[in-house]
């Protein structure tokens, strides 16, 4: 898909803040740092329109960018950044979490998971709370340039290996790095394909 405008919108404190649920929205969560701004920047080709940062805890708000005037990638704050007092995350955590579950025109969440490090148990605890409330979502596994091929297929294989043990499927799983871009066009003919879907839907309704 080709991106032809990418605009930012609107930092929004909570959901009822948020822009108008008027068109298909995909939003972008994980851990702090890593690399949510990033991936949307790549996507967009775009270096600066999400705010990123080497120290994490960036973003903390629920950012939205209207994409070629029809639809949102969203930028969410990271979960688990422990220099964040435990009473902050836990607003953090809510205000997410209440967006994501209440969202309607939020298509998929796109899970990004750092693919340097082994399985951590909050992400492992945010899948399955999206599961739970049932929500679309696909995993990405960021700064696959960081690694050797052989350490993360090592550390993407055990987190396959954790879910499985509770899902009977895996969703989506892309694989990204915002230096060579892998992962862009694999990510952007997806959404493609659910926006087309979605046009379909409403017409149907
Ligand atoms: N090498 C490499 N660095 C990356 C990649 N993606 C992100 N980074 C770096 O990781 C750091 C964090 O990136 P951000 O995009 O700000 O991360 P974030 O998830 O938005 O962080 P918060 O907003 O703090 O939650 C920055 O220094 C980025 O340059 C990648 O694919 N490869
Ligand atoms: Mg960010």
């Not at 949510?36 to 939205?64: E, F, Q, Y």
């Not at 148990?121 to 709370?129: C, G, P, Q, R, S």
């Not at 297929?153 to 954790?162: G, T, V, Y």
Request: proline share 5%; net charge positive; glycine share 4%.
């Amino acid at each position: 898909m080709l991106i032809r405008k990418a605009e930012f919108v609107k930092s929004s404190p909570a959901l009822k803040d948020c822009p108008k649920p008027d068109r298909p929205e995909y939003a972008f969560i994980g851990r702090s740092n890593v690399g949510k701004s990033s991936l949307i920047n790549m996507l967009c080709s775009h270096g600066s329109l999400a705010k990123t940062s080497a120290t994490p805890g960036k973003t903390r708000l629920i950012n939205h960018f209207s994409i070629n005037g029809s639809w949102y990638l969203v930028d969410l704050p990271g979960y688990g950044y422990a220099k964040v007092s435990k009473s902050m995350l836990r607003e953090f955590d809510r205000t997410i979490i209440h967006y994501i579950g209440k969202r309607d025109s939020l298509c998929y969440v796109f899970v990004l998971i750092d693919s340097r490090i082994p399985p951590q148990a909050i992400d492992l605890e945010f899948i399955n709370t999206l599961g739970s409330l049932q929500i679309p979502l696909t995993l990405v596994f960021t700064k696959i340039d960081k690694t050797t091929q052989r350490e993360r297929n090592s550390h993407i294989q055990a987190l396959k290996d954790k879910l499985l043990e509770t899902w009977e499927e895996l969703p989506p799983c892309f694989y990204t790095s915002t230096i060579t871009r892998s992962g862009r066009e694999e990510i952007l003919d997806f959404i493609e394909e659910c926006n087309r879907e979605e046009a379909v839907q409403n017409k149907e309704a």
